[in-house]
């Protein structure tokens, strides 16, 4: 796996908001400013074939509409969308608000999967319920590449859907948005107990918050790493 980190950040940060590419073909959510982040980074929309979306909220999402109308205009390729069960109305009503006369043409190049298991390309892809704000159902996804796992946790409170990924991952991309952790977000402090707890996983801070970076990176502990935008990891 080839992993670039598009944004590392939260609304209120410097950094582009939290979002991630894999092999320069599959993203892992698509928010606000994604499409001019990859043209700006050479990558030309018709190789991104799919999107995985951990819950919808807009900086995770509110690119979608510019993606598809790409398909149309680009590469007139098909796009599919992993996510869970309401995502199939809230982006075909994000859609028709941001262009409601393409609305027909954009939909044909839509395809939705809201599998709870699933591959894509050599991946076994399995997507885990977390816990994040009351009425939005959020999910974290594993992906599996023979011995090695990489997770991408999403936005998340410290729950049992963490610790089922720190678990059985290698490298887990893991919310931490603030200084201290609450229901909706894990905080620098849960992250520390993570890494202590599951020794054997390395945990990536991302949808980072003002003063989080400089203190994950002051911890100085070895399993535990402050991304930055852009960043790039093999796996």
């Known amino acids: 796996m080839k992993l670039k980190i598009l944004g590392s950040g939260n609304i209120f940060s410097e950094d582009n908001y939290a979002s991630y590419l ?28 799919d999107v995985l979306i951990t819950h919808f909220h807009g900086d995770h999402y509110f690119d979608m509409p510019f993606m598809l109308l790409n398909k149309i205009y680009i590469d007139n390729n098909k796009l599919n969308i992993y996510c869970d069960d309401s995502g199939k109305d809230k982006i075909y009503d994000l859609t028709k608000l941001a262009f409601p006369n393409k609305l027909d043409k954009i939909y044909k190049y839509f395809n939705y999967d809201n599998s709870k298991n699933f591959c894509i390309n050599d991946y076994e892809i399995e997507r885990v319920l977390v816990e994040h704000e009351e009425g939005i159902e959020s999910n974290g996804y594993i992906f599996k ?38 229901k909706s977000h894990i905080g620098v402090d849960n992250i520390i107990e993570l890494s202590q707890t599951y020794k054997e996983c390395i945990f990536y801070t991302t949808h980072m918050g003002d003063g989080v970076r400089d203190k994950i990176k002051s911890l100085g502990i070895k399993n ?12």
């Open 145 to 182: 590449q023979n011995d090695i796992r990489v997770g991408f946790s999403g936005d998340a409170g410290m729950c049992e859907g963490i610790h089922i990924m720190a678990k059985k991952c290698n490298h887990l991309i893991c919310d931490c948005t603030a200084l201290n952790g609450k």
């Open 22 to 49: 894999i092999d320069n073909k599959i993203l892992i959510d698509i928010p606000s400013g994604t499409c001019k982040t990859l043209k700006r980074l050479g990558i030309n929309s018709r190789n991104i074939v």
């Open 224 to 235: 535990l790493v402050a991304l930055n935008d852009y960043d790039e990891f093999s796996f």
